[in-house]
């Protein structure tokens, strides 16, 4: 499977505290993007990195990308209930055609 | 804007009847929509990619025939679930994806088949 990794599989905190969730993947890529998924609903689009870009920031979300490590990191700093939502990492392979192979998730849940 | 939009929201059918979902791209035009299918506290899973005017290209070990995809216009894609059976109960979510890469979601169909 192509499928990438996420890790930790599921992880609660306080609010305020930051999370920090990872991503590793198998295949060169073109640019690997984050996405929140609330339950039962679509995914919303986070970020978006390229392969020759090493950080983004968006807010109160920063993601990294190794791409020697095939790893790519996405922060939440202080974190509210509202950021209670499953989060994918998802990447596009190179001559993979703009497919996304999605990892496998981290569940997060921020507690008052 | 790159808002992408699905229907129906869900749908109950019976076994061996067929279904079909919508996706649009409301504010931009899209060549290529993706399909997934989510199973519970899974992760998505592509089925195939559809192209305007030219026929979908299906991940291995997709029937073809069973999941229709019909991509008729730069806004709107459709998936048919041909006779449909409980194993085929998922969550369907499309994607458009737009010029700088990022792909764009819709909200999701959940299909229940009886």
């Known amino acids: 499977s192509q499928q990438g990794e996420e890790d930790p599989q599921a992880l609660s905190i306080q609010e305020g505290e930051n999370a920090t969730m990872n991503c590793s993947y198998k295949t060169s890529i073109n640019n690997l993007q984050w996405y929140r998924q609330n339950s039962g609903r679509g995914l919303v689009h986070l970020i978006l990195i390229r392969s020759n870009e090493r950080e983004k920031h968006s807010g109160r979300l920063r993601v990294t990308l190794d791409t020697s490590k095939k790893s790519s990191s996405l922060l939440i700093t202080a974190s509210r209930a509202a950021d209670t939502a499953s989060y994918f990492c998802a990447t596009d392979a190179f001559g993979g055609g703009n497919k996304l192979t999605f990892g496998t998730g981290t569940q997060l849940k921020v507690e008052l | 804007g790159a808002v992408v939009s699905q229907h129906p929201s869900w749908v109950i059918c019976k076994s061996g009847t067929s279904v079909k979902i919508e996706c649009r791209s409301l504010d931009f035009q899209a060549t290529t929509m993706f399909w997934y299918r989510q199973f519970p506290k899974q992760s998505l899973m592509l089925m195939a990619t559809s192209n305007e005017g030219s026929k979908a290209t299906y991940e291995q070990g997709v029937e073809k025939d069973k999941f229709l995809i019909n991509h008729a216009s730069l806004t709107l894609s459709t998936l048919t679930v041909t006779s449909a059976h409980p194993e085929d109960s998922s969550f369907y979510i499309c994607?458009?994806?737009?010029?700088?890469?990022?792909?764009?979601f819709g909200p999701g169909t959940r299909l229940t088949v009886l």
């Open positions: 994607s458009a994806r737009v010029p700088s890469d990022t792909q764009y």
